[in-house]
């Protein structure tokens, strides 16, 4: 029996699942805005206790667009879990974890910026940024548009009928087995990486910071 652990934290409302071949063995969560790393153990450990001394084939972690921290420490948690089962530890579009397809996912990237996204059958999707302004011109003729947060700050015409979807790991497993074989071993060979809307912002430290002291 090929048995996988699913870990999605990349919202508010983060959820864990254990997929056999054909059924859910288990799933759990919990709600929280910014203490992902201080709720996410003891649901997991109830997890990792359904397993009865069984052995995981993959933990599949999504990896947002979302929370940083919970995405980051849903990873970091996944990686831990791998490294004890012996299995890759694969990261996986948490847009995957809505269970929709054909579909067009839209969030707010903050600074006047919106970023949107294609949802296909059997394909990673890209995210990418515009301007606010020129989101609901570009997702206008998409028949389902979703997003995981409310979107009232992107002003897209009602008629355009955003849907707010909550993603949940067992819709991020059963994405992770339709994924084409050939594009399972690849993700499976890369260490799972938080989605980036933008590069990483680091701030220089100024003179006379510690740091910058030679000793």
């Known amino acids: 029996m090929s048995l996988i652990l699913a870990i999605e934290s990349s919202t508010p409302h ?33 997890a990792i206790d359904e397993l009865k001394g069984k052995t995981l084939e993959a ?23 791998a490294m004890v089962h012996g299995c890759p530890a694969v990261g996986l579009s948490s847009l995957l974890a809505a269970g929709l397809t054909g579909a067009v996912a839209v969030g707010d990237a903050r600074r006047g910026s919106a970023w949107w996204a294609e949802i296909e ?7 990418a940024l515009l301007p ?20 009232k700050q992107l002003a897209l015409p009602e008629e355009i009928g955003v849907r707010r979807v909550i993603p949940t790991a067992v819709k991020l497993a059963e994405a992770w087995r339709g994924l084409p074989d050939e594009l399972k071993q690849e ?11 933008r ?9 006379g910071h510690p740091l910058l002291r030679k000793g």
Do not use: C
Request: proline letters at 9%.
């Open 14 to 46: 983060a959820s864990l699942a254990i997929l056999s071949d054909s059924e859910v063995i288990h799933e759990g969560g919990f709600e929280s805005d910014r203490n992902h790393n201080a709720m996410l153990f003891e649901p997991l450990q109830r």
């Open 199 to 207: 590069p990483p912002h680091i701030t220089e430290a100024k003179q």
């Open 59 to 81: 933990v599949i972690v999504g990896t947002g667009p979302g929370s940083y921290s919970g995405t980051r420490v849903g990873i970091a948690a996944g990686q831990g879990v």
């Open 187 to 197: 993700l499976s060979a890369m260490p799972p990486q938080p989605a980036y809307l």
């Open 132 to 151: 606010t302004t020129e989101l609901a011109e570009k997702v206008g003729t998409a028949e389902r548009v979703f997003s995981f947060e409310e979107v």
């Open 121 to 127: 059958q059997g394909a990673l999707p890209q995210p």
